[in-house]
């Protein structure tokens, strides 16, 4: 047999190379697009969020005929230290802030939550179950769009 008419099976290692040069400008063209489609994700379960809190408003009003409070503030002076009080801005005074965020927490599926809080807490002795409730993040308060996520959250 003559050896000119042995042709081995299989790709050449040009092709092989071709092949995967294809394979990676397809990837590359897809991947924009999946990035696109989570961030449409995102944005869709951010208004999802939105629209839950809205309606745990509404909710709250429906039980209470009243809107929640905008804020309760605790000052030093009324049982509370300025240690326990936290830091803000220089503009606003020292002091435990409740608001309508915690009030509608049953409504948002987050009775466990509001149960450790204890609103009715003047005292220093009392406020030590307020200090561990501070330090939850509510993904519903979350957008998970926002570049600092979590992060906003958690020092806000």
């Known amino acids: 047999m003559p050896r000119a008419n042995c042709r081995k099976k299989g790709f050449t290692l040009i092709e092989l190379l071709v092949a995967i040069v294809i394979v990676a400008i397809l990837i590359s063209l897809l991947l924009p697009a999946v990035q696109q489609a989570r961030e449409a994700a995102r944005r869709v379960q951010c208004a999802n969020n939105f629209k839950q809190v809205g309606l745990a408003l509404h909710n709250y009003h429906t039980t209470a005929r009243t809107f929640p409070p905008g804020q309760i503030l605790w000052l030093p002076g009324d049982g509370m230290t300025n240690a326990l009080c936290g830091l803000h801005d220089s503009d606003t005074p020292k002091g435990i802030w409740f608001g309508w965020a915690t009030f509608i927490l049953p409504y948002l599926e987050q009775q466990a939550i509001y149960d450790r809080a204890d609103l009715g807490a003047w005292s220093a ?12 993040i509510i993904e519903k308060y979350v957008c998970t769009s926002d570049p600092q996520g979590t992060e906003s959250a958690s020092n806000g």
């Open 125 to 136: 002795g009392d406020m030590k179950n307020n200090n561990t409730v501070m330090g939850f």
